[in-house]
């Protein structure tokens, strides 16, 4: 099988390298797969001839869409950005998979959900999305679906990870230097480890998957319950109060309630551990932060 990933150099595309690279550079041919990893340097999503250049040239099996304006509240002041790179790049990437042959894996969001549910989302469930960045994703998952019809489109939520900024390593930082911190207890979706997540793509691409299908980690707790595991489970003194998002309000509207349903990836199969056990493992392996034992 040969990849070819757009946004190699972000939070999941780091994971999606090691997944398919096993220790060899350029790919794990023993296992018969090849990577191809690409940042925004090597190929900017706005760059229709670039990005048709890079797939003719790797002539993937499968291409994942991994990049992105990842920014949510960013993209509520630069909307013309977020839609030229989350949609029309996406649009780019799928005209070009068409043109070559190559199925396409497009990462999304729970946010394109206006959280109103109250239930997990199916992913027969209408989109709402309440935020420019769920906009754009909203409308690139329909574009792509006229385009590529047989495309895969993977909605994740709050994910987490080394390699990046992340909730978890901003809440180890803020709990070491402060007696208390404050986290919002109004807002409910399920956390997800960049390296589980970047596992179950790789088996959604083995097992030819197509159509939409959720991937988190198990499991939901709201922003201050994934804080206090996250103190907890690090030994540290800090205590964690809850708070509404009314009282911290933020430049992009966040669903309330965004838990994804997980049937449509247990038709493949692809179970996801708990969001405790991938927090332990995150935490375990955190290159240094301050776990105490
Ligand atoms: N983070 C979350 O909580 C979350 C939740 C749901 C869904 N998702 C989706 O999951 C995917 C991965 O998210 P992430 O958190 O790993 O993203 P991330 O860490 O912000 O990384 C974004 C990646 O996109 C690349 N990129 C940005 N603009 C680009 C452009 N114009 N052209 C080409 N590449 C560009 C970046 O490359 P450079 O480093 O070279 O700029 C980087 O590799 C995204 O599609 C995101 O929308 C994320």
């Not at 990849?3 to 090691?18: K, N, P």
């Not at 709402?128 to 769920?134: A, D, E, F, R």
């Not at 574009?143 to 390593?169: D, N, Q």
């Amino acid at each position: 099988m040969r990849v070819t990933l757009f946004g190699a150099s972000g939070l999941l595309g780091q994971e999606l390298v090691r997944e398919f690279h096993g220790s060899k550079p350029g790919g794990d041919e023993r296992s018969g797969e090849h990577l191809t990893a690409l940042s925004s340097k090597d190929a900017d999503l706005r760059d229709r001839a670039r990005v048709r250049e890079v797939i003719f040239n790797s002539r993937p099996d499968w291409i994942l869409l991994a990049a992105a304006y990842t920014d949510v509240d960013g993209c509520e002041s630069n909307r013309d950005l977020a839609f030229a790179v989350n949609c029309e790049g996406a649009i780019n990437v799928a005209e070009a998979a068409r043109e070559a042959g190559s199925r396409l894996l497009f990462l999304s969001t729970d946010y394109v959900f206006d959280g109103c549910k109250g239930s997990p989302y199916e992913i027969t469930d209408p989109r709402n999305p309440t935020s420019v960045y769920g906009k754009s994703k909203a409308r690139a998952e329909e574009r792509l679906l006229e385009i590529l019809p047989e495309v895969s489109i993977v909605r994740t939520s709050w994910l987490f990870g080394h390699g990046s900024r992340c909730f978890p390593a901003t809440i180890l930082k803020l709990a070491a230097a402060r007696p208390e911190i404050s986290v919002v207890n109004d807002q409910r979706g399920s956390p997800t480890f960049a390296p589980d997540l970047a596992s179950a793509l790789a088996g959604l691409c083995r097992a030819d998957a197509r159509g939409i299908v959720h991937v988190t980690n198990s499991g939901n707790c709201t922003w201050y319950d994934f804080a206090t595991e996250i103190v907890r489970a690090s030994g540290l003194p800090a205590k964690v109060k809850p708070v509404t998002t009314a009282e911290f309000p933020r430049p992009a509207r966040r669903p309330a309630y965004s838990v994804l349903s997980p049937a449509s990836l247990h038709a493949y199969n692809i179970h996801m551990p708990e969001w405790q056990d991938a927090l332990r493992r995150y935490l375990e392996s955190a290159p240094a932060t301050p776990v105490a034992q």
